[in-house]
């Protein structure tokens, strides 16, 4: 029986956002140990570099530059090649199959669709101009990066206190928010509820990095316009807005692959994902496998060659989070008595390891 490619792709979404929030407890748990002066018996996840994307950025040009993949955040380079190796084949559709975010948005689409009954689509000047934006974030980082930023800073940055700890402040931004973040939040998620896709068509910069590789993409939504009836079913369920009728080739920078216009056309052999040589068809079944499989195969690479998890010792992260100083975000809820733990802790570390030490140097006489 043939899954429509709506439920595929729902499936698809719920267990990558399902791994994320996994991933962000597995993260909590362990920066809870840490900071209570217990020693962390899960390993820090990874995954969680996902959230780094200047680090990785960073750790691009490093690449770029010195041929090696750093040893401070590597999954998140991993990840960074892997998301933009899926644009090649799918165009944005990292957006509509595995991100939590888009995943969210189409949920603030849903609400939208239930308690306003319309969706607000802004004029086509305001919405170019508006669209421009993630564009000009984008821009903006990479110019900083790949341009501005000297070679001999790169190694200065990945190894600073800042990069080093930047997965714990990203957590901390979350939990213990600032009056101005959350207003910021909740402003743009009440303008993403009431303007649709407006997180992601605007402001995302991810997801222009990912149209733009998309423009080249071998995988695009194709028309053939001998079997259009000329609905427009398919422009009126498109999240992205895009004449859809007026072309044979879809190829906007927009075009997140979610198939809801394939899925909607009442022709069947109207509108397909097909690759641009030899029009081969992808069917949504294909596309998951696609996704599951480039994670998949990518992570393990990065795992068996030593490029997943990265070298910080727990040491590094005790001392960084006894250290906080007053001043610093996370200072309030480090106690006096916590802070002793955490040197007792830190002190058991380094005893535990001479130990390891002097038995590995006494087994080798
Ligand atoms: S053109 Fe089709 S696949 Fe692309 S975003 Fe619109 S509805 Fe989704
Ligand atoms: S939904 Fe299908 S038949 Fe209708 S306009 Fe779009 S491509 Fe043509």
């Not at 217990?38 to 996902?50: D, K, L, N, T, Y």
């Not at 696609?290 to 998890?309: D, E, M, N, P």
């Not at 990265?310 to 008595?337: C, D, F, G, M």
Request: glycine share 6%; charged share 15%.
């Amino acid at each position: 029986m043939k899954t429509p490619p709506l439920l595929t792709r729902r499936f698809v979404q719920i267990l990558f956002s399902g791994i994320v929030v996994f991933i962000g407890i597995r993260f909590y748990l362990f920066v809870f140990c840490l900071e209570n002066g217990i020693i962390p018996e899960i390993e820090r996840p990874a995954g969680v570099e996902a959230f780094l994307p200047l680090s990785a950025l960073v750790s691009l040009k490093h690449w770029l530059y010195n041929g090696t993949i750093n040893s401070i955040h590597p999954s998140a380079l991993v990840l960074l090649l892997i998301i933009c190796a899926t644009a090649v084949i799918t165009k944005k559709g990292f957006c509509s199959w595995v991100c939590p975010i888009g995943f969210l948005v189409e949920g603030a689409a849903k609400l939208n669709g239930m308690v306003l009954k319309k969706t607000l689509r802004l004029p086509a000047i305001f919405d170019l101009l508006l669209r421009s934006l993630k564009y000009l974030i984008a821009g903006f980082f990479i110019y900083q990066i790949f341009y501005k930023m000297p070679g001999s800073s790169i190694e200065q940055f990945i190894h600073s206190p800042y990069n080093q700890f930047a997965d714990i402040k990203m957590l901390k931004f979350f939990t213990d928010m600032s009056i101005t973040a959350f207003v910021v939040i909740f402003v743009l998620a009440c303008l993403t509820i009431t303007i649709r896709n407006f997180w992601c068509r605007y402001l995302c910069p991810y997801g222009a990095l990912l149209g733009l590789i998309g423009f080249f993409s071998l995988g695009r939504v194709h028309r053939q316009p001998s079997h259009c009836i000329d609905c427009g079913r398919c422009e009126a369920v498109c999240p992205a807005s895009i004449d859809i009728r007026q072309k044979t080739w879809i190829n906007s920078l927009e075009c997140s692959a979610c198939m809801s216009c394939i899925e909607t056309c009442p022709e069947k052999k109207a509108l397909g994902f097909k690759l641009v040589p030899g029009r081969k068809s992808l069917s949504a079944r294909t596309m998951a496998i696609f996704f599951l499989l480039i994670f998949t195969v990518g992570i393990t690479i990065a795992r068996v060659s030593g490029h997943w998890q990265n070298k910080i010792s727990l040491q590094a992260y005790l001392q960084y989070t006894a250290s906080a100083t007053p001043s610093s975000k996370t200072a309030n809820y480090i106690s006096p008595e916590k802070k002793q733990r955490m040197i007792m802790m830190m002190n058991q570390l380094r005893a535990q390891k001479m130990q390891n030490f002097k038995k590995s140097n006494e087994s080798q006489k």
